[in-house]
């Protein structure tokens, strides 16, 4: 692409959009970002449209493996911030780095058009405002998704779900403990979200049932007197294999926890590290006071009761499904970001082969903390975006070089449970490695 004077489009004002977009106008490239809601945050406004936090939300990563390294969370704030701290955070951020002079807020993007075969002439990118309904359409030099990936519900289908005499909903649609006093409520799904449902639900409802396919280890906030994922950046740091932090992780949850398994939970089919980390230390506790009962997957539904595949069943008014979220991109052709079944395959969960200037943050699912990886993110493409300004065949030699690396996986080692809240996962620090290499890259050719 010829130098141009076209700004770069960012789509969405969550921690990625506006890092990329901070990162973008420090490079000195033109950037304007669009946010849909009437407030930037993203996931984490909780009064959004498409916010998918609720009351209780709390981070599961502490506050020095979570902040954006160049601006640091307040000291007053606790170990594991709430929603509402982090939404008054990206708050602070967009103000310390003037941002919302460069986002259009209640401005949702509607297309996404590529100008020219291979969009050698930029984007043409169409948006409605949320207040008039009126559409325009702009000219950029290349787009940066970040809309998030946590906000499209997957919904899963059951023989009988049709006719169930109770109330189906996804988590997408909870927000509080409030639909769940006085019912009896099933929560499916095993992940943070769905822990916490349970949780809420066993302080709060007639009685909680907790449906999952398969085990877990269900990790605690504390280890050693300091948060857990400090303690497990500490391991990391110390390049500990693998196998010898598998067993000092296993040893912790025996000694503090206990065996699964006396509680009647299921014991994991999989080795340590092989899902995405589960911290929750009240589960466990409420499956102990029986006020939290474990069950396998559903086999079907039965008018009011639904029974599972162990044979077992139960009376149900409120069924919630914590089955996590499909990345959707509602302003692309599906076939721009490489997809391979229902999801994009990408370099770096950035780069698509299919153009040099449609490039994505946030597509991630870290083992820590995410808005660290948000930030360097946001640096790599700036400076690619730079790059393609000031030298563009040198950006495309970049630009080459990685896309060979697209299905290049960043796994620590570990070989992670083939499901859809695995697409994105990646070992923090094997990741930020690969970005520190590219960015030296990138440095060196623009020297």
Known sequence: MSESPLPWAVIGAGPHGLTALKNLLERGVNAHGFERDSDLGGNWNYHAENSRVYESTHLISTKPFTQFPDFPMPDHYPDYPSHWQVHEYFQSYARHFDLY?????????????????????GWDVTVADRVTGEQTTSRFAGVVVAN?????????????????????????????????????????????????????????????????RR?????????????????????????????????????????????????????????????????????????????????????????SRVVFTDGTEAEIDLVIFATGYLAHFPF?????????????VLARQIFTPR??????????????????????QGVLIASYAELMRLDPDRAREFYRDVIEQTHVRFTGGANYKDSTRHYYEIAHQEYLVALEGDLAVLEKVSA
């Open 101 to 121: 002079d460069h986002l259009s807020l209640n401005t949702e993007v509607v297309r996404c058009t590529p100008v020219g075969e291979n969009a050698d002439d």
């Open 332 to 344: 692309l052709d599906d076939d721009w970001l490489n997809p391979t079944g229902d999801h994009p």
């Open 355 to 376: 153009f040099d200037n449609l490039v994505v943050s946030g597509l991630i699912q870290p083992d820590s903390g995410q808005w660290t990886i948000a930030h360097w």
């Open 215 to 303: 085990g877990y280890y269900y990790n605690p906030k504390y280890a050693f007197g300091r948060p857990s994922d400090q303690t497990a950046d500490l391991l990391l740091a110390m390049k500990l294999p693998l196998a010898l932090r598998r067993i000092m992780f296993k040893t912790t949850l025996r000694l503090t926890v206990g065996d699964f398994t006396r509680f009647g939970l299921p014991k994991p089919d999989h080795d340590f590290f092989e899902t995405h980390p589960i911290i929750n230390q009240q589960l466990v506790y409420y499956v102990g006071h029986g006020d939290i009962v474990p069950k396998p997957d559903i086999d079907h539904f039965d008018e």
């Open 148 to 212: 998030g990936h946590n906000w499209w519900p997957k919904t899963p289908q059951y023989p009988g779900q049709d006719s169930f005499t109770g109330e189906i909903r996804h988590s997408a649609q909870y927000k509080g403990a409030e639909v769940l006093r006085g019912k009896r409520v099933l929560v499916v799904g095993a992940g943070n979200t769905g822990c916490d449902i349970a949780v809420e639900s066993a302080q709060n409802s007639k009685s909680t049932v907790h449906s999952t």
